[in-house]
């Protein structure tokens, strides 16, 4: 199943609540969740705003699943650098490689970092798969957001679902060409769709920004405003 954020953001049961609401409730719970740093609250939140995803939203399990996926990723090798290189005091657990120790510090650094994060992430998600993104951009607008904030925000929005899909159909292309089939060849594979995905993305950009110059584009780009 291929993850289309923008299509759940229009089709769930929220995306027709109030926008502002939504952002509100979004901003207050990350500030709350930063500035607690308390482990238990951190899992009530993720377990009530995970609730509300799923259960009130009414998002498939594994369209939220996906979109944990990628931050999940970098936030465990994140934690897992912290846990073994960062930090000092106690030592707790010594790997015997060059080295590298489990500190008091390092570990407690580790686990809380994860924990916010895992916290932080529901409320994201519930705004960025229930919201479309034209109607947050609006909210930004007339919260006198800078216009220049809301024009990088809405390209680079374009860009990622626009990278996203090029990998997505390169991918199926070197599987369809047994690309995979074998440890060395996924290995060859992945090689060849970073370089190709790069210059894949420069000549992207090059057309948009010829798109947006064959438009009229005079530095100013329009935001969706709803009918009153």
């Known amino acids: 199943m291929k ?3 923008d299509y759940i953001a229009h ?10 609401v939504k952002l509100f409730l ?14 238990y609250f951190d899992l ?8 509300v995803i799923l259960v009130i939203a009414k998002i498939n399990y594994k369209s939220y699943l996906k979109f944990l996926s990628i931050p999940m990723a970098f936030l465990i090798i ?34 809380y970092t994860f924990a916010r994060v895992m ?12 919201t479309p993104i034209a109607k947050i951009l609006h909210c930004l607008g007339e919260l006198k957001v800078p216009k220049v904030v809301i024009e990088i925000a809405l390209l ?5 679902f626009i990278f996203l899909n090029e990998i997505d159909t390169m991918q199926k292309a070197q599987q369809t060409r047994l690309g995979y089939h074998s440890y060395m060849n996924s290995f060859k594979s992945l090689g060849a ?10 000549d992207k950009s090059e057309t948009m920004q010829n798109a947006l110059d064959s438009r009229g584009y005079d530095g100013e780009l329009p935001v969706y405003k709803p009918k009153n």
């Open 119 to 130: 916290g932080c992430l529901p409320c994201l998600g519930f705004l960025a798969l229930t």
């Open 11 to 20: 089709n769930n049961a929220l995306t027709e609540s109030n926008p502002y």
């Open 193 to 202: 769709l970073a370089s190709t995905i790069f210059l894949r993305s420069l």
């Open 44 to 51: 009530f939140i993720f377990i009530v705003m995970s609730f």
């Open 78 to 111: 994140t934690c897992l650098f912290l846990i073994f290189f960062f930090g000092s005091g106690e030592i707790i657990y010594r790997t015997g490689i060059f080295g590298i120790v489990v500190t008091k510090d390092s570990l407690h650094y580790g686990v």
């Open 156 to 160: 680079m929005y374009n860009t990622i």
């Open 26 to 39: 979004t901003i207050i719970l990350l500030i709350v969740t930063l500035a607690l740093d308390n482990l």
């Open 3 to 5: 993850f289309d954020m």
